[in-house]
């Protein structure tokens, strides 16, 4: 019975939450706990939450040619949009997380290009749309601790798939900690 139990826990602990159950403040205060939001083609979409983890990620890094960078994504597993699994993300290119971002505009275009980007999934990682020259969108960082690793800022974009489907990815806003 106690095996039960603690698998039974164990699962609650790993289950996603709806979208709805995420709160996030309409007006940040970036304090690194804000979140990320966006809508995608008129439809909210906010990080699903499990209770050990955030589907939400502020990342610096440096990719295979040793090119310094900052993403910002998050996900979303919750099947009551109708849409299934979606995930955004912002790649900007170029950054050095030692150095104040604040104020800072970010042209999103091309990935293949090792230009700054943004990425939408839906339902399977096969239904990608992503930016290009023309297709394209943009990041404003509003505010940067360099001391705590704090980021947060607006971004917008449109992004094209394989099939020529646009996207519209518009009011996006993010308080992320590194």
Not at 127 to 134: F, V, W
Request: proline residues 1%; glycine residues 8%.
């Amino acid at each position: 019975m106690k095996n039960i139990i603690l698998i039974l826990v164990a699962l609650f602990c790993f289950t996603s939450c709806t979208q709805n159950d995420v709160e996030i403040s309409n007006q940040y205060v970036y304090n690194g706990r804000g979140g990320i939001k966006c809508e995608v083609d008129g439809v909210l979409l906010k990080p699903s939450t499990a209770i050990i983890y955030s589907n939400a990620e502020l990342r610096f890094d440096s990719d295979n040619n040793n090119i310094n960078f900052m993403s910002i994504s998050f996900h979303n597993s919750n099947t009551s949009t109708g849409l299934g699994f979606q995930s955004v993300r912002v790649k900007i290119m170029n950054v050095n997380s030692n150095t104040d971002l604040k104020g800072n505009i970010y042209s999103l275009k091309d990935e293949i290009n090792n230009e700054s980007f943004g990425n939408y999934f839906r339902e399977d990682l096969d239904d990608k749309y992503r930016t290009n020259n023309i297709v394209n969108g943009e990041l404003k960082v509003l505010y940067h601790d360099l001391k705590k690793s704090k980021v947060g800022g607006t971004f917008w974009f449109d992004a094209i798939n394989d099939k020529g489907v646009i996207v519209k990815v518009r009011n996006g806003q993010f308080d992320l900690t590194n």
